[in-house]
């Protein structure tokens, strides 16, 4: 027996595996979501198997499902332009009667589902170039190293996650989730801009302009023909009438995923791949066995924040968010390696993933570790991350200060 122990974590052996999953699976997800996670481990496994040479690597068949999901998506704006031009019709030929009211009704619906491109909202904690020349430095560098445009602005927000996308029609945004950068080591970090700017390097169809908004056309759809809860008599007929819609909606949407689902599991891989090269296979491995305990992330950002209130309910009212990333950091650095060993194993028996369009998690780690161990094309020493976190100093005192005061998870 291999008892592994310690009393802030699950005790748990691992020589039989006893007690490894005591909560058990989390059940099978159902609705879109759950169709979403079964297509992304599906393809997930699938790709291991070709990416690691066991089952031929190929990329044929890429091209005739992504023209489909782009016809598809056109499709989709197709019917809103079709709405938008009826609607018209009905205000100028029905001026005075029900047929102007069903004109501007159209011309509503259509205008909510047209095509948006990302745009920065006013809620934004956007780092100018010139606020952080360092970081942004850190950030061309990387793109450099992966042969891509570097982005052109960086939001910092609470969510224990990162990503990049397109904002407008040309430039590019990284958002930082603050809660991972700040438990992530120096080359972690670089491993994580090499991830998310190797989405850059390799194409995502999926969140590209055509398929990307379509899909946010349909989540619209969607929305509307949701059913209404604790309905009367009128809107039960009405959930009951929108039922086809709704099945409808679910299924082109459903498809769309099918049809990106190669593309897109191909492009976390290679986006890992970029991730290893940027920062070292051991960066790029580490950032994944954070990634794996995102909930113990969430869970201490409760603790530490709930903890905080607490103590400033006693001082006229006043929160204090000092020391907050730093509590969070020293946790995350506290956890042995046999938890992260246990949730690396929870992950396999569960097919654990960052979201439901992520290939499952360990397959991702396994993958990484099963060449030849590439080193850092990029390197940030403690001068350098001494500057970057100077840089951030102020954002990070306000998103603490802010996380207390509102409590985590309602920012």
Known sequence: MEIRSDRRFTTWCAACDWNVDPQGPDGRKRGLDGV????????????????NGEGGGGSAGRTVPGLLAFALALAVHGLTLVLAAIGLLGVIRGWGGLGMAFGLFLLALAWSLRPRLNRLSDDDRVLLRADAPELYALVDEVAAALGTRSVDTVVVDVDANASVTQLGLRRRLLT?????????SPQQRIALLGHELGHFTHGDTRHGMVVGTACRSLGTW??????????????????????????????????????????????????DAA??????TEGAVGLMDRLMVTDSIVTTLHRETNSRRMRGSGRGGRHDGDGLWEALAAHLDSVPESEFERQRRVGALRGHSVDATHPP??????????????SAAVTAGDSRTE??????????????????????GNL
């Open 387 to 408: 500057r970057i976190a100077g840089e951030l100093a102020e954002v990070r005192g306000t998103l603490a200060r802010e996380v207390v005061r509102d409590g985590y």
């Open 176 to 184: 930082l989730g603050l809660p991972l950068w700040e438990v992530l």
């Open 275 to 280: 991730a290893a090269h940027a920062g070292s």
């Open 36 to 51: 979403r996670r079964r297509i992304a481990q599906r393809y997930g496994v699938r790709l291991f198997d070709e990416l």
């Open 361 to 374: 998690t360990h397959l991702r780690r396994r993958l990484l570790l099963s060449g030849a161990p590439a």
């Open 222 to 271: 969607l929305y509307y023909v949701q059913p209404t809860p604790n309905p009367n008599v009128i809107q039960a007929i009405t959930n009951l009438a929108c039922v086809p819609l709704r099945l409808l909606i679910t299924g082109v949407l459903a498809l769309l995923d099918l049809l990106t689902a190669r593309a897109s599991q191909r492009g976390e891989y290679l986006a």
